[in-house]
């Protein structure tokens, strides 16, 4: 089970970025997936996650500027982020477990398999 989030990079306040989780080993259609993040001298937070209904879910701090999103052709989850804020500089995550994680319980379930992060940097 390998993820690799990318899509990352420096972003002025207002800008847009799109992330991307991939999948290898494993498909991600039937998976639930995460997004967290962790800024420099802050715990990791959740952001976002999808379940394999297609459910998705999001941190109050994030609603209404980011969406989480999967393309199953391309076996790669999606996040969107609109409107970015300084406060939202961090390494972004994507994780997933083996067992489908259903509800809003997916914004709190300890997951198992981690990406290597990806750098979002918002800075004028």
């Known amino acids: 089970v390998q993820l690799q989030a990318s899509g990352g990079g420096l972003v002025q306040p207002g800008g847009s970025l799109r992330l991307s989780c991939a999948a290898s080993g494993f498909t991600l259609n039937y998976k639930t997936i995460g997004w967290f993040r962790q800024a420099p001298g802050r715990e990791r937070e959740v952001v976002s996650c999808i379940t394999p209904s297609d459910a998705t879910y999001y941190a109050d701090s994030v609603k209404g500027r980011f969406t989480i999103s999967r393309d199953n052709a391309k076996n790669t989850v999606y996040l969107q982020m609109n409107s970015l804020k300084p406060e939202d500089t961090a390494v972004y995550y994507c994780?997933?477990?083996?067992?489908?994680?259903?509800?809003?319980?997916?914004?709190?379930?300890?997951?198992?398999?981690w990406g290597q992060g990806t750098l979002v940097t918002v800075s004028s």
């Open positions: 994780a997933t477990d083996r067992p489908p994680i259903y509800g809003s319980g997916c914004l709190n379930y300890e997951y198992a398999y």
